[in-house]
């Protein structure tokens, strides 16, 4: 069974620091990787999406890595600023448009 | 496109009734999730429609539950003698067949009184 885990469960940082987010799975086994962001009382909104193939994905001041043999994943956020504030979520994909096992996500607090 | 559209927002029941969520995805996406988000959790699944065919049940997925999805286009998740353990935040997402990512619906926010 895929287990999917997150460190660290919540991370307060200044302003313009830049940070890093773990997320891990246990079955090395998977199609493809989605990081996630959820504002308080939100549905989720897609961050970055990496197959299984690749090794890492960019997208402005993020970027996410993906080393499947040892099951890591790693969300880089650059010049961290308050708005970024939110819970960070990392899900794995089993197959081919299957269901997604999600960690319990990073509660990320940014000050200005 | 709007993006995946759900349902009531929000749904304050007693114990003991039943309650209907709507979904609707984006119309270019065969796939249609459930899932279900309890305070300080990851969204955990419940079911996946390709086109009109339930294709997978979680065994989180009691009697209790059903969902449809009529002509493969929007999809209801129906709670029967809700108890307050439901009482959750209730996801809808959707994806096309070239596995482009998950697109997620804002949620149904459910309390069970």
């Known amino acids: 069974k895929q287990e999917v885990t997150q460190i660290p469960a919540a991370l307060s940082v200044p302003e313009g620091e830049n940070l890093v987010l773990n997320c891990s799975f246990t079955?090395?086994?998977?199609?493809?990787l989605q990081w996630f962001r959820q504002d308080p009382g939100k549905g989720l909104t897609s961050l970055l999406l990496i197959q299984s193939s690749q090794r890492e994905q960019t997208s402005g001041r993020l970027n996410a890595s993906l080393d499947k043999s040892s099951g890591r994943s790693t969300l880089y956020i650059a010049a961290s600023q308050p708005g970024d504030s939110a819970t960070y979520l990392c899900a794995v994909g089993r197959e081919y448009g299957n269901k997604l096992v999600f960690g319990a996500g990073t509660i990320l607090r940014v000050k200005s | 496109d709007t993006g995946v559209s759900q349902d009531p927002r929000h749904k304050i029941t007693k114990r003991g009734q039943n309650v209907t969520f709507r979904c609707d995805p984006i119309s270019e996406h065969n796939r249609l999730y459930w899932y279900r988000q309890t305070l300080g959790q990851g969204p955990e699944f419940l079911t996946y429609?390709?086109?009109?065919?339930?294709?997978?049940k979680s065994r989180l997925l009691s009697d209790r539950f059903s969902a449809e999805r009529p002509k493969g286009s929007f999809s209801t998740l129906e709670i029967q003698r809700t108890e307050q353990g439901d009482s959750a935040m209730y996801l809808c997402?959707?994806?096309?067949?070239?596995?482009?990512?998950?697109?997620f619906g804002s949620g149904t926010r459910l309390t069970v009184v």
């Open positions: 997402a959707s994806s096309e067949s070239g596995a482009r990512g998950y697109t």
């Open positions: 429609f390709q086109n009109e065919a339930q294709l997978e």
């Open positions: 079955d090395s086994a998977i199609y493809n």
